[in-house]
């Protein structure tokens, strides 16, 4: 994932506002065993450490170079803004040590542990011999993922540590070539996700690569293995790596760049024509040099008022701490935030990627299962709510947050309440449009709700608990155009 290096974004530390390295040593559970690392490497390990902390907002601003009209680009984003919620799967050969090094505990998340502790590349090479996820069942991942209402796929087909996760003559570090699992992990993946109607993307670290000589590393090489002309790296190892997923899996709806890291123009331009193998392809902002994409991204937080500009936006996030699978990090949210980032992110008109990261042997950790399953549940209410909806028309809202749909003859608002009033009077402040029509989402009857008019809004009468202690959805139904009143609430 994103870490921003100094000089790179708002966020700008210096090394006297750090924590020190023992200190840094002590949290990590590590300093009798690293003791004699040598300063480089602890002061990478505590640069990437803490950078995570970081802002993300990684990329160009600029779109891509295209020729389609606003109304073909609208076209072909349709499905994706419609979309709202997605599943991230962080996979590859850091699922083996799982987050411990040495058998010890390290920072930040899994998938960056070579970086971290400047693991040399031929002892990180040795954890592909035990990558063998024989108990991988894409039918599965991808049925639990439309189970929790999520409507397309992006897997990490390669990461930093240049792992393919699929079969490729570009570079022998893959898995069919360096496992013992010797079989593509994409294609099932690509099967299953057609065969249920989840949309497929694909993740590729096109700067970053940790194991092929020429691929870059953030805070620079600490194995002289790693060393070599990143123009041919990206010539002989990216160029072909991405023609073959953009080749080899059927449609591919979505391409997630990530740490543009030495990206110059002229290297962008080696990899971006090849998004024209897929015809309809939506892009991230992270292939650097100058070259943006479809939609910005935003890592592990919400912006607070959505993207500048309308501009179409994705927040991607964890479940626990760690991207990549850590056996030891069972700080898991709850299935309250959960929901409520999803319906906070859809209400600033962008969409969730929420991750899960699968173990060695191909199995999705329990707790991400149960958190999905609870997630599907409460979406099998309120998808309505969710999915095609467009941003809040409210500055805030004080119980919650609102979605909106057009209609043939006006607006459906759906008012997402986290916190339900005590008095069951819930203030729509400054709605001065006329309500038609009221109902919870969870009753089927859809019983009408009665609601009084005042200066400062609509009052809606609810009744004494609440459908969800999660978030319940009311929907408002107003006739013609939206008339809101800027008024902020306490």
């Not at 003859?409 to 986290?418: K, T």
């Not at 005590?422 to 309500?435: F, H, I, N, Q, T």
């Not at 029509?437 to 400062?456: G, V």
Request: charged residues 20%; proline residues 7%; glycine residues 10%.
């Amino acid at each position: 994932m994103n870490i921003k290096r100094r000089g790179q974004g708002e966020h700008q530390m210096r090394f006297a506002e750090f924590p020190s390295i023992a200190a840094l040593n002590l949290r990590a559970g590590i300093f009798a065993e690293e003791r004699r690392m040598d300063i480089r490497r602890m002061a990478g390990l505590l640069l990437v450490a803490l950078c995570f902390s970081w802002s993300s907002g990684a990329g160009a601003a600029e779109a891509a170079p295209t020729a389609e009209t606003p109304a073909q680009k609208d076209a072909r984003m349709a499905w994706w803004r419609d979309a709202r919620f997605g599943m991230f799967i962080h996979w590859g050969v850091y699922s083996v040590p799982a987050g411990k090094y040495n058998g010890w505990p390290i920072p930040g998340p899994g998938e960056w542990m070579m970086r971290v502790c400047m693991v040399p590349v031929a002892r990180y090479r040795e954890y592909a011999k035990q990558f063998n996820p024989v108990k991988y069942d894409p039918d599965a991942w991808v049925k639990l993922a439309k189970e929790a209402g999520m409507k397309y796929i992006v897997i990490t087909s390669k990461h930093h540590d240049g792992f393919a996760l699929f079969d490729t003559k570009a570079s022998d570090w893959n898995v069919v070539k360096a496992t013992p699992y010797g079989k593509d992990l994409l294609k099932p993946l690509a099967a299953a996700c057609q065969k249920y109607g989840i949309r497929l993307g694909f993740y590729y670290s096109q700067a970053q690569d940790w194991v092929n000589p020429g691929g870059a590393a953030m805070f620079g090489h600490w194995d002289p293995a790693q060393e070599g002309s990143m123009d041919d790296y990206i010539k002989n190892v990216a160029v072909p790596e991405v023609r073959d997923i953009l080749t080899n899996y059927g449609p591919i709806s979505v391409l997630w760049w990530d740490t543009p890291e030495g990206m110059t123009k002229e290297r962008a331009e080696m990899l971006f024509p090849l998004t024209k193998l897929q015809p309809g392809i939506i892009t991230n902002n992270r292939l650097g040099g100058g070259l943006g994409g479809d939609m910005k991204t935003a890592e592990q937080h919400i912006p607070a008022t959505g993207s500048p500009g309308g501009r179409d936006f994705e927040v991607c996030m964890t479940m626990n701490n760690s991207w990549g699978y850590k056996s030891w990090d069972n700080n898991w949210k709850s299935t309250e935030t959960l929901v409520r980032n999803l319906v906070d992110i859809a209400s600033k008109g962008g969409n969730y990627l929420l991750n899960v990261g699968p173990t060695s042997e191909g199995l999705i950790p329990e707790p991400s299962v149960e958190r999905l399953q609870e997630i599907g549940a409460w979406m099998k209410v309120n998808g309505e709510a969710i999915y095609g909806t467009q941003p809040s028309p409210f500055r805030n809202l004080a119980w919650g947050r609102c979605t909106r749909k057009a209609t043939a003859d006006g607006v459906m608002l759906y008012l997402h309440v986290f916190d339900w009033p005590k008095d069951g009077a819930l203030l729509v402040p400054g709605l001065k449009s006329e309500p038609v029509e009221a109902h919870l989402l969870a009753d089927a009857d859809k019983k009408p709700l009665k609601w009084t008019r005042s200066d400062t809004g609509v009052t809606i009468e609810l009744p004494g608990s609440a459908p969800s202690p999660v978030s319940s959805a009311v929907a408002v139904q107003v006739k013609g155009a939206l008339d809101v009143k800027d008024i902020v609430m306490p």
